[in-house]
C-alpha cells in the first residue's frame, strides 16, 4: 500500500494563478481532510469529507474548493492563489466511525509558495 | 478558548531526562484523544490514541484528566530521537469527524 499520496511536493505559483493539489489513498478510507500548516501556527484544518459526494468547511476554507467525486481522491483547489496561501499543505485519511482508535494518516505534504 | 491548547515550548531537557507536557481541551464531552509526533519538514505520524484509562508504550505514557481537562504525555529516559513536535487531538465526538489539533509542543533532547 502507497498510504496518502500528495503531487507535487513542491510548487510555486504567482499571485492570481489557480492549481490543484491532488490528493489519493489507497487505503479505502471513508474519512479524508485536508490541513494547511504555517511556522507557529499548527495544523489548520481547510476542507474535510466523510465519504464520496461529501464534503464540508473546516476552521480556514477561504479561498480554498474541494470535491471528492471517489473514494480514493481529494484534490484541494486553490481559486486565486495569494502570498498568504503559502504554506504547507497535508492531506489526510481515515477509516472512519468503526475504527475511531486509527487516526488519521498523513501524507507527505505539499510546499507551496505564492509569489 | 481554543478547543485545543498546547504550550509551544521548547523543552530542553538531557538525554535520558523524564519529561512531561500537557494538552488542555474545551470539550467537555470528549472521552478520547490522540497524540501525534510530527519531525522537522515531515508529516505528523500517531504516536498514541490514549482513552479514559490512559495510554503506555514503552517510554510513553498518556493520561487523561477529565476533571482539569488535559491530557498530559510524559516521555521517560529521552533519546536524541524524540526531539519533535508533539501534536494533540481530541476525538471528534460527532459524524463529522473533524480532527482539531493544538499547536503543538516542540521537544529538544540535547546529547
Known amino acids: 500500500n502507497a498510504g496518502v499520496t500528495q503531487t507535487p511536493k513542491f510548487q510555486v505559483l504567482k499571485t492570481g494563478q489557480s492549481m490543484t493539489l491532488q490528493c489519493a489513498q489507497d487505503?479505502?478510507?471513508?474519512?479524508m481532510s485536508w490541513y494547511r500548516q504555517d511556522p507557529g501556527m499548527g495544523l489548520r484544518l481547510i476542507h474535510y469529507?466523510?465519504?464520496?459526494?461529501?464534503?464540508d468547511q473546516g476552521e480556514v476554507p477561504n479561498g480554498y474548493n474541494v470535491s471528492r467525486s471517489t473514494t480514493e481522491d481529494f484534490p484541494l483547489r486553490l481559486l486565486s492563489a495569494a502570498p498568504s496561501q503559502t504554506s504547507v499543505y497535508f492531506c489526510?485519511?481515515?477509516?472512519?466511525?468503526?475504527?475511531?482508535?486509527?487516526?488519521?494518516?498523513f501524507g507527505s505534504g505539499t510546499r507551496l509558495t505564492v509569489v | 478558548r481554543k478547543e485545543v491548547e498546547q504550550d509551544p515550548g521548547p523543552f530542553n531537557v538531557p538525554e535520558g531526562a523524564t519529561v512531561a507536557f500537557n494538552c488542555t481541551y474545551s470539550?467537555?464531552?470528549?472521552?478520547?484523544f490522540f497524540w501525534y509526533r510530527q519531525d522537522c519538514r515531515k508529516e505528523p505520524k500517531l504516536l498514541m490514541s490514549?482513552?479514559?484509562s490512559g495510554n503506555e508504550d514503552g517510554r510513553f505514557t498518556a493520561q487523561l484528566n477529565r476533571a482539569s481537562q488535559y491530557i498530559s504525555l510524559l516521555i521517560r529516559d529521552s533519546k536524541l530521537s524524540d526531539s519533535a513536535t508533539y501534536l494533540c487531538?481530541?476525538?471528534?465526538?460527532?459524524?463529522?469527524?473533524?480532527?482539531?489539533f493544538g499547536s503543538g509542543t516542540r521537544l529538544l533532547v540535547r546529547p
Open positions: 489526510a485519511s481515515s477509516p472512519g466511525q468503526g475504527r475511531l482508535g486509527d487516526g488519521y494518516t
Open positions: 487505503m479505502n478510507h471513508e474519512y
Open positions: 469529507s466523510v465519504g464520496a459526494g461529501i464534503t
Open positions: 470539550n467537555s464531552a470528549s472521552q478520547s
Open positions: 490514549v482513552y479514559s
Open positions: 487531538a481530541p476525538t471528534p465526538m460527532d459524524s463529522s469527524y473533524k480532527l482539531i
